[in-house]
């Protein structure tokens, strides 16, 4: 069953646009939500990650909003290059050291100069 | 530098064979999980060891078998029944990591190919 609802499937912006991805959540047990990049043929890199308690976390051009009443959280690339053209998964954690990551279905970013 | 490797990067198998994908860790992670990745589609979870000599079914195993005899290695052997095996398979493991409580790395990936 999916359990981490992620969209758009595919999004394309110009150089310098703020692309924004969207991923909302069904299980009030997860506590960490991580961010992935990958590009073709490579695996899965993390990106940014959040816990619930906090509603915005700033990483270089990378920002996480979360919404915790609304189980939504959402990815924004501030000034998107060229070089961020890539795949970007959400995905949700289950509390303590046994959980299991679940991801998002992906958004693959084209960022045309 | 500490991470995951998968091997081979590119495998083709043929119809009714078995074959091996490799996962290699020297994170001293204890959890690891073999993931299963189809174009446009997110990451479906196959098998998952938290420990030495104990591993559990994910969400689609039918197919699949593993084992897990030293911490550092993880293989998913693909069986004859997989029917559907083209695909591109990755490898994780997770443990403290950098300033994070819990991070998964992953490997490199193995692009399985059924010729």
């Known amino acids: 069953q999916q359990q981490v609802k992620q969209s758009p499937q595919s999004l394309i912006v110009q150089k310098g646009g703020i692309p924004i991805i969207n991923c909302a959540y069904e299980?009030?047990?997860?506590?960490?939500f991580p961010w992935y990049q990958q590009f073709p043929g490579k695996g899965p890199a993390l990106l940014i990650a959040i816990r619930p308690d906090v509603s915005e976390k700033k990483e270089g051009r990378f920002t996480i909003s979360f919404n915790k009443s609304a189980k939504q959280f959402s990815l924004h690339i501030m000034d998107s290059q060229p070089g961020d053209s890539a795949t970007y998964f959400c995905a949700a954690i289950g509390s303590g050291n046994t959980g299991k990551l679940i991801f998002g279905q992906g958004t693959t970013l084209q960022v045309k100069p | 530098d500490g991470g995951i490797t998968q091997s081979p990067k590119y495998l083709f198998r043929k119809e009714g064979q078995n074959v091996t994908l490799s996962c290699e860790q020297n994170l001293n992670h204890d959890a690891m999980y073999w993931y299963r990745q189809d174009p446009g589609q997110g990451l479906r979870l196959i098998y998952y060891?938290?420990?030495?000599?104990?591993?559990q079914k994910g969400d689609i195993a039918e197919g699949y078998s593993v084992s897990r005899e030293k911490k550092e290695s993880f293989p998913l052997t693909v069986t004859s029944a997989q029917k559907n095996p083209t695909a591109f398979y990755l490898c994780a493991s997770k443990g403290r990591q950098g300033g994070l409580v819990y991070g998964y790395t992953f490997g490199s990936g193995t692009r399985l190919t059924v010729v």
């Open positions: 299980n009030t047990a997860f506590d960490y």
């Open positions: 060891s938290q420990i030495v000599n104990d591993f």
